[in-house]
Nanobody, 125 residues
């Protein structure tokens, strides 16, 4: 069964850090571009970051640039999203997704083949 599983979410105070993981089972992540998305209550899903198959290209939304870092560990078949200096407006469910076709990567959600179930991130004092 092809599956993506996110983990690492939780409750953190403003200014804190979390590292989200996106682990794959049933397929090899290094053949896919990976995107991180988030959706807050009452808002549309937003592309946060992405990383290309080769890891050469990474993209970040303006709202997280300089605070979030995406990376992949092919040996662990896992992609990470390191989130620093978290703000209350980062509160959302975070999803990862895998795209087999893109040569680069994109933060638009169309064209992604597999999606995880999401992990909740809450930033609050």
């Amino acid at each position: 069964q092809l599956q993506l599983v996110e983990s690492g979410g939780g409750l953190v105070q403003p200014g804190g850090s979390l590292r989200l993981s996106c682990a794959a089972s049933g397929f090899t992540l290094n053949y896919y571009a990976i995107g991180w998305f988030r959706q807050a209550p009452g808002k549309e899903r937003e592309g946060v970051s992405c990383i290309s198959k080769s890891s050469i290209r990474t993209t970040y939304a303006d709202s997280v640039k300089g605070r979030f870092t995406i990376s992949r560990d092919n040996a662990k078949n896992t992609v990470y999203l390191q989130m620093n200096s978290l703000k209350p407006e980062d509160t959302a469910i975070y999803y990862c997704a895998a795209d087999a076709r893109s040569l680069g990567c994109k933060t638009a959600s169309d064209g992604y083949d597999y999606w995880g179930q999401g992990t909740q991130v809450t930033v609050s004092s």
